[in-house]
């Protein structure tokens, strides 16, 4: 979260600057927001790492710009900038694409057909255009392609405002954000239970993001939040007149919570409504039927938007390795990665484990989805990970309707087919990853769940 002050990163539109050197990106950052925030220098190469800005843009609302490293840098460590620029592709929900004085050559039209292929909205800027024009044909060709230019000149701000309104235009509010996180599922005025633990990786004096952004939301949508302890279920649906429209557990307080519930109260976790507010719910049920393929020594992968230090019943480290390895009968292959790494191939994973995603925008775990989906490996969440091996996966998904229940019926009768020919042959290891005992004094992360 960005202190007090403003929407947390993961509810802005993420607005990348992109190009070759020199070609202005710092430049129209900093005239856009008003503020010396990047760096600007004649010689190339100054942006080395990607520069963020969060900022409100009418009619967009909260936003977060993006300056990046010349596409063409060269050299050993060019090579690591342009690679970090490539990064930032993944969470961009629209691409600024800047054409210094009308040049537009193989570095341009290669970032044009990236962002055409990922689906990403992008604006062609043509900068520093008091030093020269486009070419007449070009901009037929980009009009051609629905794809809306303009031309802008620095310090003066010319094409600034017309800038601003092309990219209000640009961008898809509901696809960018998603659907929203629960108040679609219960009616206005109905009473929402929350269960919040409060453990070892609970922070001091805080709630997690996802149990922040839920209230939020529930209190935003006119719905009555009742926010009570896992030992506390019972009692509080005893004091209530009339039982919650809805009861959302942290995923670890499942079967706990499972318990005190009557069958007859909806109940869900934080990380299923990220799952399907965050990704694509669809796709994480389709990736539980690979729980039930698991093999001792299969490599499975955990991945966490955040980066925190883990304490000793970490939920990603320890306790789903430990239960999933229960269920599957031997030791796992574990690898873990945290915040924006991400494996290149990921051919050599059975499955990919996510957490909820609460610190990500949108894109970037649409864009994780979709490179498993590519490489055939089943990805799916902690919550949907950890009901199912808790035997109550159909009624966490119960609140999201009979299609999302008779997709996961399906995928129990029709499990993912990717090649397993070496699976047998993988050394079976003897623990899944260690965690320090030290690290039980570590600062607990805000975004388990």
């Not at 898809?172 to 109905?190: K, Q, R, Y």
Request: proline share 9%.
């Amino acid at each position: 979260m960005e202190g007090y002050r403003g929407a947390p990163k993961s509810f802005r539109v993420h607005i990348g600057i992109f190009g070759r050197r020199n070609a202005g990106k710092s430049s129209l950052l900093n005239a856009l927001v008003g503020q010396e925030v990047a760096i600007v220098s004649d010689r190339p190469g100054t942006t080395t790492d990607p520069v963020e800005k969060p900022m409100e843009l009418k009619p967009l609302g909260p936003v977060l710009f993006i300056d990046t490293a010349g596409i063409d840098d060269e050299g050993a460590l060019g090579e690591k900038r342009v690679e970090k620029t490539r990064r930032v592709f993944d969470r961009t929900d629209l691409a600024l694409l800047l054409s210094p004085a009308g040049r537009w050559e193989i570095f341009e039209e290669l970032l044009l057909q990236e962002f055409r292929d990922r689906q990403i909205p992008v604006i062609v800027v043509f900068s520093q255009a008091d030093l020269g024009q486009p070419p007449p044909e070009l901009l037929a060709r980009l009009e051609a392609l629905g794809i809306p230019w303009i031309q802008t000149a620095l310090p003066e701000g010319r094409g600034l405002d017309r800038l601003r309104e092309l990219m209000g235009q640009s961008v898809d509010l509901t696809s960018a954000l998603g659907p929203p996180i629960v108040i679609d599922l219960v009616p206005e005025g109905a009473t929402v239970l929350l269960v919040v633990p409060i453990d070892k990786e609970a922070p001091k004096g805080r709630l997690i993001q996802p149990q922040v952004q839920t209230l939020r939301e529930l209190l935003d949508g006119n719905r009555i939040s009742v926010v009570v302890k896992e030992h506390q279920v019972a009692d509080a649906l005893q004091r209530l007149k009339e039982p919650p429209a809805l009861v959302i557990t942290d995923s670890q307080a499942f079967a706990q919570v499972a318990a005190q519930v009557p069958p007859e109260i909806p109940l869900t976790s934080f990380s299923i409504l990220f799952a399907r507010q965050k990704g694509q719910l669809e796709e994480f049920v389709r990736g539980i039927a690979r729980l039930r393929e698991l093999q001792p020594g299969d490599r499975v992968l955990v991945a966490e938007a955040c980066t925190h230090h883990p304490i000793e019943e970490d939920i990603g480290r320890v306790k789903i390795p430990r239960w999933l390895e229960e269920f599957v009968g031997g030791k796992l292959d574990w690898h873990v990665v945290a915040g924006l790494d991400f494996p290149e191939d990921l051919q050599n994973y059975r499955l990919v484990i996510h957490c909820a995603a609460c610190m990500f925008n949108r894109r970037a775990m649409l864009s994780r989805i979709a490179r498993c989906s590519r490489a055939g490996v089943p990805i799916t969440n902690y919550g949907m990970t950890i009901a199912f091996l808790k035997g109550i996966l159909p009624r966490a998904l119960a609140p999201f309707g009979p299609k999302i229940l008779a997709l996961l019926q399906n995928t129990e009768s029709n499990p993912p087919q990717t090649p397993t020919a070496d699976r047998l042959h993988r050394p079976v290891p003897s623990s899944p990853t260690p965690v320090d005992p030290s690290l039980g004094k570590a600062k607990p992360s805000l975004c388990q769940s």
